[in-house]
């Protein structure tokens, strides 16, 4: 059966859509980790994500006349513009079913590359029943994302390319694992030239679906959760995607929502590269798991980079927040004329930045002759925090919580 695989893996035809995806050094990572680390940058694909290599894979696999009539998915994410891209190669009609919440950039992503869009249901469970109905009606073919052989094959690319980009020695390679998919064909080609490689899944806390399946040697229903890893939360992993990956996954460890925002924000700041949720949960497995890794080689897969920019606006802040450079406050003053220019002289000589100040001459528990100031300021960090507010304790100002 793997052999099979790895034959389908090496006739996989991906490259009419997918680029050979740079296998990348990460020297700043790979210091600090004290493992020399490589990204496999999916990121760069054409959508943003390695989803157009099973997509295209399967299309182009179809029958002239099958293929005429079109296909069918239901996905709001990197599936769906996968299979539209890998559509419109092929010159054949498209249908993409999305829950009626989808953000409307991603509904618009799918139209420009031609797709028909029907938007049903609330959630991805429904869209899926109503796509498996206009499938019927329509005689349409069905792109599963995951769990199916063609599928599982374009996404094993993947791996032969490593392969043959990593020619040296190496440890482990650590694959975001969703309904299987990609595990599954990054394994199985990892495994058929160097079973001593470990493969390494990572899922979200919130959604371990493949992890309980391997444990429960049977596929399991979790119920949803919100994750920030989006593009790996499947309640319920393939029958084909469990039985290969019980064969060619060696772990499947998980990451929390923290670490997962975490492990973005430092691709953005000392990679500059831009990931989404999923893409980062391998980072976020070597940063926070302790998996006897130590100056080892080990290659990330970074599956994606289709994040929207509040989302990484909001982790920055967290970020920022979290590391002490951007801090809120409240100052209790004396209500008289320049009290507040005092108080704003006194930040400056701290060399911190005022991002925001709110002055409420009334608030509820002041002493009559008091006024309270809300700040938010920005800091090289903790330690100059620390002295703006030691400072400020020693020319007298009490201290508060900031408002919540
Ligand atoms: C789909 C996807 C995955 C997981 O792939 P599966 O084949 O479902 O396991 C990981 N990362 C991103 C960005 C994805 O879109």
Same mark, same amino acid.
């Given at each position: 059966?793997?052999?099979?695989y790895v034959e389908k893996i090496l006739k996989a035809r991906v490259y009419d859509v997918a680029i050979e995806s740079p296998l ?16 496999k940058r999916e990121d760069l694909q054409p959508v943003f994500s390695f989803k157009l290599r099973g997509a295209y894979n399967k299309i182009a696999s179809l029958?002239?006349?099958?293929a ?10 990197n599936?769906?513009q996968g299979v539209a891209l890998a559509a419109r190669r092929r010159s054949i ?20 590359f ?29 792109i ?5 052989p063609d599928v599982i094959a374009g996404q094993g690319t993947i791996g032969m390319e490593i392969l043959r980009q ?15 998919g990609l595990?599954?064909g990054v394994?199985?080609a ?6 001593? /490689?470990?493969?390494? *899944?990572?899922?979200?806390? #919130?959604?371990?679906?493949? !992890? @309980?399946?391997?444990? %429960? +040697?049977?596929? &399991? ?53 831009? /990931?989404?949720?999923? *893409?980062?949960?391998?980072? #976020?497995?070597?940063?926070? !798991? @302790?998996?006897?890794? %130590? +100056?080892?080689? &080990?290659?990330?897969v970074?599956t994606g ?56 001459? #009334? ?42």
């Amino acid at each position: 059966m793997d052999e099979s695989y790895v034959e389908k893996i090496l006739k996989a035809r991906v490259y009419d859509v997918a680029i050979e995806s740079p296998l990348e050094a990460a020297p700043r990572l790979s210091r600090r980790l004290a493992n020399d680390v490589w990204f496999k940058r999916e990121d760069l694909q054409p959508v943003f994500s390695f989803k157009l290599r099973g997509a295209y894979n399967k299309i182009a696999s179809l029958g002239d006349e099958v293929a005429r009539r079109g296909v069918i998915c239901a996905s709001a994410g990197n599936h769906a513009q996968g299979v539209a891209l890998a559509a419109r190669r092929r010159s054949i009609p498209a249908v993409i079913v999305m829950p009626r919440t989808t953000p409307e950039i991603k509904v618009q992503a799918v139209r420009e590359f031609g797709a028909e869009v029907v938007l049903h249901g609330d959630d991805f469970d429904h869209a899926y029943e109503h796509a498996l109905g206009i499938m019927n009606e329509r005689g349409l073919t069905l792109i599963h994302p995951f769990d199916d052989p063609d599928v599982i094959a374009g996404q094993g690319t993947i791996g032969m390319e490593i392969l043959r980009q990593h020619s040296g020695k190496l440890d482990a390679i650590f694959v975001p694992i969703g309904g299987g998919g990609l595990i599954a064909g990054v394994g199985l080609a990892i495994k058929a030239a160097r079973p001593d /490689v470990r493969v390494i *899944g990572v899922q979200a806390e #919130a959604l371990p679906a493949m !992890r @309980r399946a391997l444990e %429960a +040697r049977s596929r &399991v229903t979790l119920p949803s959760a919100p994750t920030i890893a989006d593009g790996i939360a499947v309640r319920q992993v393939g029958e084909l995607t469990l039985a290969l990956a019980s064969r060619c996954v060696d772990e499947v460890v998980t990451v929390t929502e923290e670490e997962t925002a975490n492990a973005i924000l430092l691709l953005l700041e000392i990679e500059k590269t831009v /990931v989404e949720g999923a *893409g980062a949960t391998p980072l #976020a497995a070597i940063l926070n !798991r @302790r998996l006897g890794l %130590a +100056r080892r080689n &080990v290659v990330l897969v970074l599956t994606g980079g289709n994040i929207d920019v509040t989302m990484i606006s909001r982790i920055i802040v967290r970020g920022l927040v979290k590391d002490g450079r951007l801090v809120r406050f409240g100052v209790i003053l004396r209500d008289q004329p320049g009290a507040l220019a005092r108080l704003t002289a006194l930040i400056a000589e701290c060399r911190a930045n005022i991002v925001h100040i709110e002055h409420d001459r #009334a608030f509820s528990h002041a002493a009559i002759g008091e006024s309270r100031v809300e700040l938010t300021l920005e800091t090289a960090g903790a330690e100059q925090i620390a002295a703006v507010k030691q400072r400020l304790t020693e020319a007298g100002y009490g201290l508060e919580e900031p408002y919540s």
